[in-house]
């Protein structure tokens, strides 16, 4: 079965930072493109940031660029994301995913809560 687990959410304070995990089974993560998705309460899920499978090429949502950082380990299955300077805004559950031709998962997602 194809699979991907994010981990790493919670709450944490303004300004703070967190470090979410994507750990896939059942395939190879390092042959595919990875992306990591949020969706903030009542509104749409939106892209946040997206690595290559080799992992060179990296692309992020303005709306995090500068703050985020996403790389991957493929000798683990994993791909990460690093978030910084963290903000209300950013509250939202967070989720990882491969649209590929072959594979099409998403991860149930983890929940990140920016409180004071």
């Known amino acids: 079965q194809l699979q991907l687990v994010e981990s790493g959410g919670g709450f944490v304070q303004p300004g703070g930072s967190l470090n979410l995990s994507c750990t896939a089974s059942?395939?190879?993560?390092?042959?595919?493109?990875v992306s990591w998705h949020r969706q903030a309460p009542g509104q749409e899920r939106v892209f946040v940031a997206g690595?290559?499978?080799?992992?060179?090429?990296?692309k992020y949502a303005e709306s995090v660029k500068g703050r985020d950082t996403i790389f991957r380990d493929n000798s683990k299955n994993q791909v990460f994301l690093q978030i910084s300077g963290l903000k209300g805004d950013d509250t939202a559950a967070y989720y990882c995913?491969?649209?590929?031709?072959?594979?099409?998962?998403w991860g149930k997602g983890t929940l990140v809560t920016v409180s004071s």
């Open positions: 995913a491969v649209n590929s031709h072959d594979v099409n998962v």
């Open positions: 059942g395939f190879a993560l390092s042959s595919y493109p």
């Open positions: 690595i290559s499978a080799d992992g060179r090429n990296v």
